[in-house]
């Protein structure tokens, strides 16, 4: 089998998505940590853009995260982590753009800034965002407490890493999980007891020590 390599940072919940894909589909791979802090020398021309993660795919390179997941989905399709049916492949990437264009973008937005009134307004939004895939995701809760209903897929790989990390919010930038998310709650304890998902999950100790000192550097 050609050699398969992904370079991840332990922090990084865009490099845990890739890391989890590969984990569910069993795919062997070699795993290399960067230090982002650090990088080392020759990383740009494994990354163009300087990031994590990067698939490596025999000489081949992949990066972007959803593009990474997509590719292995095509490559590996068994299991499938997409549904057969073209709406429903679609209604997972409107999902899966949703994750990157709000939810994983104001939350980079709001680690970055430390003005007290941006963070207020982008608290509001991560509030408004969670809010809104409650009401969107409670009539799948029939068919299953996945994303998607019955069966685990690249949705749920996308937004579960978020969710390891919320404590960071919580902790540092005055973030207050919403109550009454029954479907959301649900939904992140099924995918918490995945394998895949407790083979690599780290406590909030360990995020919020390592968010404190990166957070300080900025
Ligand atoms: N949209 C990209 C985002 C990747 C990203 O922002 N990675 C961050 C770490 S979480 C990174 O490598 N940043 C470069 C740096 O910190 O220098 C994806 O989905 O893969």
């Not at 290399?32 to 650090?38: A, Q």
């Not at 709001?110 to 939004?125: A, I, M, N, R, W």
């Not at 995701?137 to 019955?150: F, M, R, T, V």
Request: aromatic share 12%.
């Amino acid at each position: 089998m050609t050699q398969i390599e992904l370079y991840s940072a332990m922090l990084c919940p865009y490099a845990h998505r890739s890391r989890l894909t590969l984990m569910e589909k069993q795919i062997p791979f070699t795993l290399t940590e960067i230090d982002l802090r650090n990088k080392p020398a020759n990383f740009g021309e494994i990354s163009p853009h300087g990031k994590v993660p990067v698939l490596k795919h025999g000489t081949h390179r992949v990066w972007e995260s959803a593009i990474i997941n997509e590719y292995l989905e095509e490559t590996f399709p068994t299991p499938p982590l997409l549904p057969k049916e073209p709406m429903r492949r679609a209604q997972a990437r409107l999902w899966i753009h949703f994750a990157d264009d709000q939810l994983f973008a104001t939350t980079h937005k709001l680690l970055l800034t430390s003005d007290p009134q941006q963070q207020e307004e982008l608290v509001k939004g991560l509030t408004k965002s969670l809010q809104w895939l409650e009401t969107e995701l409670q009539p799948l809760s029939a068919e299953g407490s996945y994303w998607l209903g019955a069966e685990v897929s690249l949705v749920d790989l996308t937004y579960y890493p978020w969710f390891e990390q919320v404590a960071v919010l919580e902790q540092f930038r005055g973030f207050k999980f919403p109550t009454h998310l029954d479907r959301l709650n649900q939904w992140r304890e099924t995918v918490a007891s995945r394998e895949s998902v407790r083979s690599i999950a780290k406590p909030q100790k360990f995020y919020l020590e390592h968010y404190e000192r990166l957070l300080q550097l900025l």
